[in-house]
C-alpha cells in the first residue's frame, strides 16, 4: 500500500516538473517574442530618425546649391561655374552620419519638349518617327492623328484608359504615358531596354520648364524693339540714327534674326511711319547740319553683330518670360545636335569652339567664331540660343552611413524670382 503512494508521489511530482517547464519555455518564448519586438521597434524608430535626418540634410542641400546660383554672375551660365562644378560644396557633404551630394543642372541644357521640332525629337538618340509623332500629337491641341502617332482614340481603348494631353505637359515624367515611351528609354536603362551607346536616357536631355525670363543680365527689362522709339533706339541701344531709322521702318520683327540685314522696303517704311508714335516719326525725319545744309538720314540696316551684341537688352514681345531656348554653354552634344536639326558637324564646331573659349561663350555674338556659322545658318538658329538661364533642376541624393537608407529629393528652381521660386518639389526614399 505504501508502494502504491510513493508511486502517485512521484508521478505527480514528475507532472508538477514537466508544467514547470512547459511554463519556463512559454515565459521564454514570450520574452523572446517581446525583445523581437522591441528590436523591431527599435530599428523602426532608427529607420524613421534617420529618414527624416536624410531629408532634412537633402533640404540643407538644395538651399545651398539655390544660395550658389543667386549669387553667380548672370552675363552668363556655363559648365564651369560655381553652381555646376563645386566638389567642395556640393559633393559628399558630411551632416553627422548622413552624406550628401548635390547635382544641380541647367533647365536650358535640355531640349523644351513643348517647343521641340520632329526633326529634333528625331536627332535624339534612339527616337523613333512613331515615338516622335506621338509625342507630338499629345501635345498638341488637337484630335487629328499624325503619321504613326496617337490620339484620344487609342489610350482609350487602352486596359486603363486615360486621355492625352492635347496641351504642354506639366513634368517630364508625363511622357513615360505617351504610346512607345518605356522607362527604359525615358531613364536609360540597358537592363530593361536595348539602348545606343549614347543613349543616356531622354530624362536627360528632354525638359518641359526651360524659360528664360525677360530681363538682361543685370535685371532690367528688356527694351521691346517693336515698340521703342528712337530716342530709346539711340541712347539705349547705341543705334546710330540710321540704325534706329531702319529699325522703325521695317518693323514689326517676329524674330531676332528678322532684324540682320534686311532691306529697306521705302514704300512700306512710308507707310509704317506714318503710323508710329510722334518720337519715331520725329527719328524718321532726323536730319543732319552739315556746312549749313540739312541732310537727310539715310536708313542703315543692321549686320549680324549689331543684333547680336544688343540680343541680351532687348525683346520683341512684352511677355514675362521667353520659353524653349537652349543654353549653348551647358547644352551636351546629344542636345546641340538636336537645337541643329541633326547636324551633327555643326554641334560638335560650336562645343570645340566653346572649349577653345574656357568652356563658355561669354556673349552671343561670340558665336560667329564657330567655324561653318553663316549668315543664313544664323538665320535658322539665332531664335533657339541662349547663353544664360533662369530655370534650374537641382537633385540632391543623402545618404545615411548607419542604415544605408537612401533619400532623394528633386527641386525645379526659377533663379529669377525672389530668393528662387520653387516652382516642383518630389521626395522620398530610393527603394
Do not use: H
Not at 35 to 63: M, P, T, V
Not at 107 to 132: C, F, G
Not at 213 to 239: F, K, P, V
Amino acid at each position: 500500500m505504501r508502494r502504491r503512494l510513493n508511486k502517485k508521489r512521484t508521478f505527480r511530482s514528475a507532472m508538477a516538473l514537466v508544467a514547470a517547464l512547459w511554463v519556463s519555455v512559454l515565459m521564454m518564448a514570450l520574452v523572446s517574442v517581446a525583445a523581437q519586438s522591441s528590436l523591431l521597434d527599435s530599428r523602426i524608430s532608427q529607420i524613421e530618425n534617420e529618414k527624416q535626418r536624410s531629408r532634412w540634410a537633402c533640404r540643407a542641400g538644395i538651399e545651398t546649391a539655390i544660395g550658389l546660383l543667386l549669387v553667380d554672375d548672370r552675363t552668363y551660365d556655363s559648365w564651369v561655374d560655381l553652381w555646376s562644378y563645386n566638389p567642395q560644396e556640393l559633393e559628399n557633404m558630411d551632416f553627422g552620419g548622413v552624406t550628401v551630394t548635390v547635382e544641380v543642372v541647367d533647365a536650358a541644357s535640355k531640349l523644351n519638349v513643348n517647343s521641340a521640332t520632329l526633326q529634333q525629337l528625331l536627332s535624339l538618340p534612339d527616337m523613333t518617327e512613331d515615338i516622335a509623332e506621338g509625342i507630338l500629337d499629345w501635345i498638341d491641341r488637337d484630335d487629328t492623328i499624325r503619321t504613326g502617332g496617337a490620339e484620344r482614340g487609342y489610350y482609350q481603348n487602352l486596359d486603363y484608359p486615360y486621355l492625352p494631353r492635347n496641351g504642354s505637359t506639366q513634368t517630364i515624367r508625363e511622357l513615360l504615358r505617351v504610346r512607345g515611351i518605356t522607362e527604359g528609354l525615358f531613364s536609360g536603362i540597358s537592363e530593361l531596354e536595348t539602348l545606343s551607346v549614347e543613349n543616356e536616357g531622354w530624362l536627360n536631355y528632354l525638359t518641359c520648364v526651360s524659360q528664360e525670363s525677360n530681363l538682361d543680365s543685370e535685371g532690367n527689362e528688356r527694351i521691346n524693339i517693336n515698340r521703342a522709339n528712337t530716342q530709346s533706339l539711340t541712347q539705349d541701344l547705341g543705334l546710330s540714327e540710321g540704325q534706329a531709322l531702319w529699325v522703325t521702318q521695317n518693323r514689326s520683327f517676329r524674330r531676332l534674326t528678322d532684324m540682320i540685314g534686311q532691306a529697306t522696303d521705302t514704300s512700306q517704311g512710308a507707310a509704317q511711319t506714318s503710323q508710329q508714335t510722334p518720337q519715331a516719326a520725329q527719328g524718321g525725319q532726323a536730319q543732319q547740319q552739315s556746312g549749313g545744309q540739312q541732310q537727310q538720314v539715310e536708313p542703315v540696316p543692321l549686320d549680324a553683330a549689331t543684333v547680336l551684341g544688343m540680343a541680351d537688352k532687348i525683346t520683341l514681345t512684352n511677355r514675362r518670360s521667353v520659353a524653349g531656348k537652349i543654353n549653348i554653354n551647358t547644352a551636351g552634344l546629344v542636345v546641340l545636335t538636336a537645337l541643329f536639326d541633326g547636324n551633327r558637324e555643326l554641334a560638335e564646331k560650336v562645343y570645340s569652339t566653346r572649349e577653345g573659349l574656357g568652356g563658355a561663350f561669354i556673349d552671343l555674338s561670340d558665336i560667329l567664331m564657330v567655324d561653318g556659322m553663316t549668315q543664313d545658318v544664323m538665320r535658322t538658329y539665332l531664335d533657339r540660343i541662349a547663353i544664360r538661364s533662369s530655370i534650374f533642376e537641382i537633385r540632391a541624393t543623402a545618404v545615411s552611413t548607419v542604415t544605408g537608407l537612401t533619400y532623394r529629393v528633386e527641386a525645379i528652381v526659377n533663379r529669377e524670382a525672389s530668393q528662387g521660386q520653387v516652382l516642383y518639389w518630389r521626395e522620398g526614399i530610393d527603394r
